[in-house]
């Protein structure tokens, strides 16, 4: 059997390829590719493999999307698809596990080192208690970990489509604006990299000023730099219900192993995040504010947790 697994992190935007050794937990040749609306997976997979010298039996494809049982998997931000039994013959596979990103990102905690995430706020975690997981990139992912008898177990879900509430006259004008918009509006709506162009082109018309296009790059870099207070106003709205939305998964569960921050957004500026108003946002839950207090946040600054707990899910299954 080889000693190398595929392993995939494909998200709305990006797909990333590795080989994860099955006998030192390590990954190696990674590649990172923009999807295109015509990529087709298993032609991705093939190239990738075409460009690496080992044999693969098995792989993990962790995805954006909702996992099934059905043989046809299809993501929600953009047009990939594939079946399952197709890649086993096509690709000669031994075994094929297929999971959610966010399950695959859970996996990887257990792993992680303290130089691996940032932790904002809280006290220790007590691992006796439940984990969550969620992050923005293209979309907005959600789980949870548990530890049951010395072994992990990740409860998978789609919490992104979950609605956000607004708590005040400001946030109910921006709520408005998306109501417009998209009609039914889910917290994926704000915490997102759209999420953040639906933000600031909510306010743009709040302020009766004309609607532009632009990037989430071009807003999160305005609002660094203090160029444009719209744009600042923007990304303090979005860490503030990053924050909201994080202190309702610590009540859920009572996440008192810690609340673990992933994606592709949030990385990028780590030191606004910890002086925004993510923090406050995050403890503000009333008569439970006492809970969430203590509950730490780490937000995930290793590169490639989705592969790293991919190849974790996958050795696991195979105990």
């Known amino acids: 059997m080889s000693k190398y697994a595929l392993v995939t992190d494909i998200g709305g935007t990006n797909a990333r390829f590795a080989l994860y050794n099955l006998d030192s937990?390590?990954?190696?040749?990674?590649?990172?590719?923009?999807?295109?609306?015509?990529?087709?997976?298993?032609?991705?997979?093939?190239?990738y493999l075409a460009s690496q010298s080992v044999t693969i039996e098995m792989a993990c494809i962790a995805i954006a999307c909702p996992i099934n049982e059905g043989d046809l998997i299809e993501m929600t931000n953009n047009n990939l698809s594939f079946s399952r039994s197709e890649?086993?013959?096509?690709?000669?596979?031994?075994?094929?596990?297929?999971?959610?990103?966010?399950?695959?990102?859970?996996?990887?905690?257990?792993?992680?080192?303290s130089n691996d995430v940032v932790k904002v706020?809280?006290?220790?975690?007590?691992?006796?208690?439940?984990?969550?997981?969620?992050?923005?990139?293209?979309?907005l992912g959600v789980s949870h970990l548990i530890k049951l008898n010395e072994h992990w177990l990740s409860l998978s879900g789609e919490g992104g489509h979950t609605e956000l509430p607004m708590i005040?006259?400001?946030e109910d004008r921006i709520l408005?604006?998306?109501?417009?918009?998209?009609?039914?509006?889910?917290s994926e709506r704000?915490?997102?990299?759209?999420?953040?162009?639906?933000i600031y082109q909510a306010l743009l018309q709040i302020n009766n000023q004309p609607i532009e296009n632009i990037t989430p790059d071009i807003i999160v870099n305005k609002a660094l730099s203090n160029s444009c207070p719209l744009c600042l106003a923007t990304l303090n709205y979005f860490c503030t219900f990053?924050?909201?939305?994080?202190?309702?998964?610590?009540?859920?569960?009572?996440?008192?192993?810690?609340?673990?921050?992933?994606?592709?957004?949030?990385?990028?500026?780590?030191?606004?995040?910890?002086?925004?108003?993510?923090?406050?946002?995050?403890?503000?839950?009333?008569?439970?504010?006492?809970?969430?207090?203590?509950?730490?946040?780490?937000?995930?600054?290793?590169?490639d947790p989705g592969l790293f707990g991919a190849g974790a899910y996958l050795q696991n299954s195979l105990k």
């Open 87 to 113: 890649l086993i013959r096509e690709l000669s596979l031994t075994k094929l596990e297929v999971i959610n990103d966010f399950t695959a990102v859970s996996y990887s905690i257990p792993r992680l080192s």
């Open 242 to 303: 990053m924050g909201r939305f994080g202190g309702n998964l610590a009540l859920t569960l009572n996440t008192q192993g810690g609340v673990y921050i992933a994606g592709g957004i949030v990385p990028r500026f780590i030191e606004f995040f910890k002086s925004s108003p993510f923090r406050e946002a995050f403890e503000h839950k009333g008569r439970m504010s006492f809970l969430v207090k203590k509950i730490p946040v780490y937000v995930i600054t290793h590169k």
């Open 190 to 198: 704000f915490l997102s990299g759209n999420g953040i162009v639906n």
């Open 25 to 47: 937990n390590e990954l190696s040749a990674i590649t990172k590719i923009l999807i295109s609306k015509d990529d087709v997976l298993l032609n991705l997979i093939k190239t």
């Open 121 to 139: 706020g809280g006290g220790e975690a007590n691992l006796n208690y439940p984990i969550a997981i969620y992050g923005a990139g293209t979309g």
């Open 176 to 186: 408005q604006q998306l109501r417009n918009k998209f009609g039914r509006v889910s």
């Open 168 to 170: 005040n006259e400001e």
